[in-house]
C-alpha cells in the first residue's frame, strides 16, 4: 500500500499505488505505476496485436466485439460494484453508465463496416475518365487517456470505435479508477484471448504523458482542458495527432412556453447527477423572466428531498477526487461574494467528501461560479428576456460542450439549438445526444475537438485513403507535356460555360 497513491505529480516516489473508496478512504486494489519503457514495451506489443486485429475481416471483429458487449452485459452487476468502490457513485448509477458504453459498443460493432468500407465518389469533369473511391484503413495503434467521473461509458466512447475501425488500443485509465479500466482489459482478453488487442496502462499523469510520447498513433484524450494542452504539447513532439475531450460549463435555457415541470426535473438531474461531475451536466440555468420565480421554486422543491451519501438510498455519492471540493468552495464563496444568492444550500452544504444540492441566483455573470467549470452538485440560474438573450449569455463562456432548450415552440427551440456554440444540444431533454450512438460526441472551444460516436467517432481513429483508377483514355492529356493549346482550350472552353456563369 502506497501513502501517496492520491497525489499525482509524485511518480518517481512509488513504483505502485492504490486506488481508494472516496466515501470510506479504504484502498479498493494495488496497480504498477508504468514507467516510460514498461509504457513503451506494451505499445510495441499493441503494434503486433494491431496487425492482427486489423487483417480480421469486418465480421470477425464484429463478432468478437458483439461477445465483449454481451460479456458487459452479463457481468454488469460486478463491474458496477467496481466503478461505485472507485467512484462512491451510486451502483445503479454505474449500472446506467455501463448500460450506455454497451449500446455504443453495439452501434461501433454493427456500423464500422458501412462507414469505413470503400466508397464510389464522382470524379468529376476535370477526371470523368477516373473512377475514385474513398476507403478508412486504422490508424494502427490508438491511445485512450480517460478521466475518473465516468471511468466506463467515457473512455468507451473512444475505445470501441478505434476497436471498430480496426486498431488497437493501450488504455491509461485515471489514478482513481484503476480498478475499472483494468476489468474493462480484463472483460475483453476474455473474449478476445488470441492477442492483446486492448492493453492497461497504470500510473499517475506522467504514465500518460509517456504514452502521448510514445509514437502511437493518435492519442484519444478525456479529461480537464488544462491537462489536454500538456498532452497536446507531448503530442506534439511526434506528430501525433489527438482527439480532446474536455471540460464544459453547459447552459440549459427554459423558455416561457416551456413545460417547467420537466425542465425543472432534467436541470436537477442534469446537475445533480454524479454530483454534478458530469462534463455535459447542466451548470448554469438562464430561464424567461415571466416564469423565472416558478422555476425556482420548482427546482428548490425537487432538491429538497436529495442527498449525498454511501448508503443505498443515497441520490448521489460523494465527490471522487478531494481537491474538487475546494473549486465548489471557491465557486460558491465567488458567486455570494459578487452579490449571489443561494437559494438551496451554500458553503455549509460542503461536508467533505459529500456536497449537498446548492442552487445559486442572481450571481453576476463574471463570476467564476458562472464562467469556470464547477463540477459539482451546484447551478446557477439567471433570468432573461428570451431565448436569445440565453443563447447570448450562453456562448459567452469560453467553453462549449452542450446544452439543452426547453420550449413548446419547435421552429423557435430548434433556432435556438442551432445558434447554441456548441457540439451537442437537447431539445426538451437534457444529456440525451451521448446516448444516441449515431450522433457525434464533442465540443468546440476549451471542450476540445474532434469527435468521438456515430460515423465520425469510427471516422476519427481511421486514415482515409482516396483513390483513382483510369478507367479509359482522355481525351485530351492535360497532365502531359505532350499537352496542345487545343487540348487546353477545349476544356477551358467547358470549364466556362459550367463555372463562368455571373452570380448576382
Ligand atoms: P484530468 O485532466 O485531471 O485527467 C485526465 C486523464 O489525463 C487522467 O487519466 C490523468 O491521469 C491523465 N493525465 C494527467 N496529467 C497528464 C499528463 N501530463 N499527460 C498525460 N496524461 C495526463 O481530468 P479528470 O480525470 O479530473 O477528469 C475530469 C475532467 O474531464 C473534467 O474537466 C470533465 O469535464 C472532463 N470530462 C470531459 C468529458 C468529455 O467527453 N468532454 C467526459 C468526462 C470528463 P491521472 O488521473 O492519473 O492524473
Not at 453495439?106 to 464510389?120: F, G, I, N, T, Y
Not at 478476445?192 to 510520447?213: D, I, K, N
Request: net charge positive.
Amino acid at each position: 500500500m502506497v501513502a501517496t497513491a492520491r497525489k499525482p505529480g509524485q511518480p518517481g516516489l512509488a513504483k505502485t499505488f492504490d486506488s481508494l473508496n472516496p466515501a470510506t478512504d479504504e484502498p479498493v486494489a494495488t496497480f504498477a505505476v508504468f514507467g516510460e519503457h514498461e509504457v513503451g514495451e506494451t505499445v510495441a506489443r499493441a503494434r503486433e496485436a494491431a496487425a492482427w486485429w486489423s487483417a480480421l475481416t469486418w465480421k470477425e471483429r464484429q463478432t468478437r466485439l458483439l461477445a465483449w458487449k454481451s460479456y458487459l452485459t452479463r457481468y454488469i452487476m460486478r463491474l458496477a460494484e467496481v466503478v461505485h468502490a472507485e467512484t462512491g457513485k451510486p451502483a445503479s448509477d454505474a449500472q446506467l453508465e455501463i448500460l450506455l458504453a454497451i449500446v455504443h459498443i453495439d452501434w461501433a460493432a454493427k456500423h464500422a463496416r458501412r462507414v469505413l468500407s470503400p466508397q464510389k465518389v464522382r470524379s468529376g469533369l476535370v477526371a470523368f475518365n477516373h473512377a475514385s473511391t474513398v476507403q478508412y484503413h486504422p490508424l494502427g495503434v490508438v491511445g485512450v487517456i480517460g478521466p475518473w467521473n465516468y471511468p466506463v461509458f467515457t473512455p468507451i466512447g473512444s475505445i470501441a470505435y478505434a476497436l471498430a475501425a480496426g486498431n488497437a488500443v493501450v488504455f491509461k485509465p485515471s489514478e482513481f479508477t484503476p480498478a475499472t479500466g483494468s476489468w474493462l482489459v480484463s472483460s475483453f482478453a476474455a473474449v478476445v484471448p488470441e492477442h492483446p488487442v486492448l492493453q492497461l496502462v497504470t500510473g499517475f499523469g506522467e504514465t500518460g504523458s509517456h504514452l502521448a510520447r510514445s509514437g502511437v498513433d493518435k492519442i484519444a484524450f478525456t479529461g480537464s482542458t488544462r491537462t489536454a494542452k500538456k498532452v497536446m504539447a507531448a503530442c506534439a513532439e511526434n506528430l501525433t495527432p489527438m482527439v480532446a475531450e474536455c471540460g464544459g460549463k453547459d447552459a440549459m435555457l427554459v423558455a416561457a412556453d416551456a413545460d417547467l415541470d420537466s425542465a425543472a426535473d432534467a436541470a436537477v438531474w442534469g446537475a445533480l447527477s454524479n454530483a454534478g461531475q458530469t462534463c455535459v451536466g447542466v451548470e448554469r440555468i438562464y430561464v424567461a423572466q415571466s416564469v423565472y420565480h416558478t422555476f425556482i421554486e420548482k427546482l428548490a422543491d425537487r432538491v429538497s428531498g436529495l442527498r449525498p451519501g454511501d448508503d443505498r438510498e443515497a441520490d448521489y455519492g460523494p465527490m471522487t477526487m478531494p481537491g474538487q471540493l475546494e473549486v465548489i468552495e471557491q465557486h460558491i464563496a465567488d458567486a455570494m461574494a459578487c452579490g449571489g444568492r443561494a437559494v438551496v444550500g451554500g458553503l455549509g452544504s460542503i461536508r467533505k467528501p459529500y456536497v449537498g444540492p446548492v442552487i445559486l441566483a442572481d450571481v453576476p455573470e463574471t463570476s467564476a461560479a458562472v464562467t469556470e467549470e464547477t463540477f459539482g452538485p451546484t447551478m446557477t440560474v439567471k433570468p432573461v428576456a428570451d431565448l436569445a438573450e440565453g443563447v447570448r449569455l450562453a456562448n459567452a463562456g469560453r467553453y462549449g460542450l452542450g446544452g439543452s432548450v426547453y420550449s413548446k415552440n419547435k421552429k423557435a427551440a430548434m433556432r435556438a439549438a442551432r445558434s447554441l456554440r456548441t457540439g451537442m444540444t437537447s431539445i426538451n431533454s437534457a444529456l440525451t445526444v451521448l446516448s444516441v450512438p449515431s450522433l457525434p460526441f464533442g465540443g468546440v472551444g476549451e471542450s476540445g475537438f474532434g469527435r468521438i460516436h456515430g460515423a465520425d467517432g469510427l471516422k476519427e481513429f481511421s486514415r482515409a485513403q482516396s483513390i483513382t483508377r483510369q478507367r479509359m483514355k482522355p481525351m485530351s492529356n492535360l497532365t502531359s507535356f505532350t499537352r496542345t493549346d487545343k487540348d487546353l482550350n477545349q476544356i477551358m472552353t467547358l470549364v466556362t460555360l459550367l463555372h463562368g456563369r455571373r452570380y448576382k
